[in-house]
């Protein structure tokens, strides 16, 4: 194994085995070498492990056993939004429960009235896959961005183009993935290829707290639904997620379980847990309190990636869309699947359930967008 | 930042979570039960509107006499 660092005081090769350079000494910090540290981390990996394990005193489904299983759940296909001309990325509905901010893989933002179907904004962007979008809290602010490692903001009104109306107001060394309001419209969290989420202030564009621990790109990030915890979610393609403290800028705790990319974190309603999908092919729930994962959703039959998920209003119902073009819908308490929506010609991007939670929207490679309810 | 480095801030954040006070998992199990039931009653996704009319999304019908 060969260790490169960038650390420009590194001296005395300790332990040269083998011939080979398997530790460095930093001469400070007691002397620990990488392999030392290397010990440790397993170490306190499986002590954690451990310690986790007592507390694994029962499984989800089990204590869920004795719930009246969900009956007559039937979901159809209401309205198709049409328009893209290339793969929808992305969406996010409004807080009025009516409009829709989607984007696209052929670099255009859309404003839609789902109600109508209407089109109310479109706005070319500059580049090609605008993989994330989203509306701030007030309804009056849309931002996206994606391959231009930049996010944009535009202010919504009625009469004018509103293309005119934008502002850089957040950049990254890589390409954007995902970006998210912080209660208000005053802060936006964003995600990056870069492995970094950062905070931003929205009117200045300046740079608040930078959040390194993810080990690859960050893909997905979420916002706790109580203001009061000061924390926020992100699943990144090194198969972890984690739980960040805002103030601090650190991680508070490390998800681990999936075998591959976390493309979904979904803060459950309570707040005390969340949602995860994956491209290992399935979704998980993890707790907080209990500090690890409390339920899979997986089935043989299913093979392909899962990009998105979310859940409704009581937390019973999560939701996920795939890339086999289903939206499977699992029962969380009992995991177990309680049917599959099938509409979309293609992979099935991402989903979103209504903030009144009346209604779920789905974004399709096929190049549209369904409203079920 | 470094192997190193990385592995350092690795290491303590283990040790701090290693230190975290946690539940049992029957006991949260239990709560997110009881937080589903709670509000089981409003969601629609779960138990369907009482009425089809109250869905914002169901098609108008087709013709109307007045």
Not at chain 1, 19 to 29: A, R, V
Not at chain 1, 92 to 121: M, P, Y
Not at chain 1, 139 to 167: A, H, M, P, W
Not at chain 1, 197 to 211: A, I, P, S, Y
């Amino acid at each position: 194994m060969s260790v490169i660092t960038e650390e420009p005081n590194r001296l005395t090769p300790i332990g040269a085995q083998n011939g080979e350079l398997s530790s460095l000494n930093l001469g400070s910090n007691n002397g620990d070498t990488i392999e030392e540290l290397t010990r440790e981390v397993e170490a306190l990996k499986k002590k954690l492990e451990e310690e986790r394990a007592k507390f694994n005193d029962v499984a989800l489904n089990v204590v869920a056993q004795k719930l009246e299983p969900i009956t007559g759940f039937q979901l159809k296909a209401r309205r198709s939004l049409k328009g893209h001309q290339g793969k929808v990325l992305a969406i996010d509905w409004c807080s009025d429960k009516r409009h829709i901010a989607s984007s696209s893989q052929d670099g255009k933002l859309v404003i839609w009235d789902a109600f109508s179907t209407n089109k109310e904004h479109v706005v070319t962007m500059p580049t090609t896959w605008v993989m994330t979008c989203a509306y701030g809290p007030s309804g009056n602010f849309v931002t996206c961005g994606g391959l231009d490692n930049k996010i944009t903001l535009y202010k919504l009104s009625t009469d004018e183009d509103i293309s005119k109306q934008k502002r850089v107001i957040a950049n990254h060394t890589n390409y954007i993935s995902c970006n998210k309001f912080l209660y208000s419209d005053q802060q936006l969290i964003t995600g990056s290829g870069d492995s970094t989420l950062k905070l931003w202030d929205v009117e200045t564009g300046q740079l608040m707290q930078t959040f390194n621990g993810h080990q690859a790109d960050v893909m997905c990030l979420d916002i706790s639904p109580s203001e009061a915890g000061n924390i926020f979610l992100s699943g990144s393609s090194d198969h972890v997620a984690l739980v960040w403290d805002i103030r601090s800028g650190q991680y508070v705790q490390i998800f681990d379980g999936h075998e591959s990319d976390v493309n979904s974190v979904k803060f459950h309603p309570s707040g005390d847990a969340f949602a995860t999908g994956s491209d290992d092919s399935t979704c998980r729930l993890f707790d907080l309190r209990a500090d690890r994962q409390v339920g899979i959703y997986k089935k043989e039959s299913i093979l392909f990636a899962c990009n998105s998920v979310d859940m409704s209003l009581s937390g019973r119902l999560l939701f996920a869309g795939y890339n086999d073009y289903c939206i499977n819908v699992w029962d969380t308490l009992k995991s177990v699947r309680v049917s599959i929506l099938y509409a979309h010609e293609n992979r099935v991007t991402s989903i979103q359930v209504s903030p009144d939670g009346a209604a779920l929207a789905s974004a399709s490679w096929d190049s549209n967008i369904k409203i079920w309810a | 930042m470094s192997n190193l480095a990385t592995q350092r801030k690795l290491v303590e954040q283990l040790r701090r979570e290693g230190a975290i006070e946690r539940k049992k998992v029957s006991q949260v199990c239990k709560e997110l039960i009881s937080f589903c039931e709670a509000h089981q009653q409003n969601d629609v996704l779960v138990s369907g509107f009482t009425n089809q009319k109250e869905n914002p999304f169901k098609e108008k019908a087709g013709c109307m006499i007045i």
